[in-house]
């Protein structure tokens, strides 16, 4: 039998993004992020690794976050979750057992806010708006738990209940309130 010549393994470090875009995941240029790539991508992320009662995107977790701050902080909190277009949400245990992980959500999450001119980190009104939605998914998105969520205490959950859209509303929603905060920072 003839010897089946091998071919030098390389590894990639990308990935190919639905515009066609090659992102390094340990040192990502920023000309490699594209604001259609992360709607496509969260808006395809179930939140809470899928185990809410239903389709619950991290798209419409990121308006939601966007609508409830202070208008200077909009941005940044439909932004707050980009990183998981390209690299998936994990459970926060799991993310906390892998430090490697950590390392590649914090360089790609400083490349993402150099991007659009976001501050270095996540700002206390995006933090609250975070743990407020939280509450509220937990409430209305997640099965009865008695088990208190300590992240959670003091944390009171919005009023209004969270009416899951469909992935293609929310990515649509998604890139619509991008454009109105862009044009917003554009007319001031």
């Known amino acids: 039998m003839p010897e089946v010549p091998t071919v030098p393994v390389t590894k990639d470090e990308w990935i190919l993004t639905i515009s066609g875009r090659h992102v390094e995941l340990a040192d990502p240029s920023p000309d490699a992020i594209d604001i ?21 995107s991290v798209a419409q977790h990121s308006v939601l976050a966007s609508l409830i701050v202070p208008l200077e902080y909009a941005l940044e909190a439909l932004l707050h979750d980009a990183t998981e277009a390209f690299i998936k949400d994990l459970p926060s245990p799991l993310k906390g057992m892998l430090p490697e992980y950590k390392r590649i959500e914090r360089i790609l999450d400083r490349t993402i806010r150099r991007k659009f001119d976001l501050p270095d980190k996540m700002s206390a009104p995006v933090r609250e708006a975070d743990r407020m939605l939280l509450a509220t998914e937990k409430r209305d998105l997640m099965p009865h738990d008695p088990r208190p969520w300590v992240l959670l205490e003091g944390t009171l959950p919005l009023p209004s209940p969270i009416v899951p859209w469909s992935s293609g509303v929310a990515m649509e929603r998604f890139l619509h309130r991008f454009d109105e905060l862009i044009e917003a920072t554009d007319a001031a």
Request: charged fraction near 25%; aromatic fraction near 14%; proline fraction near 0%.
């Open 36 to 56: 259609h790539d992360i709607a496509v991508g969260l808006s395809r992320e179930c939140r809470f690794s899928g185990q809410c009662r239903t389709f619950y």
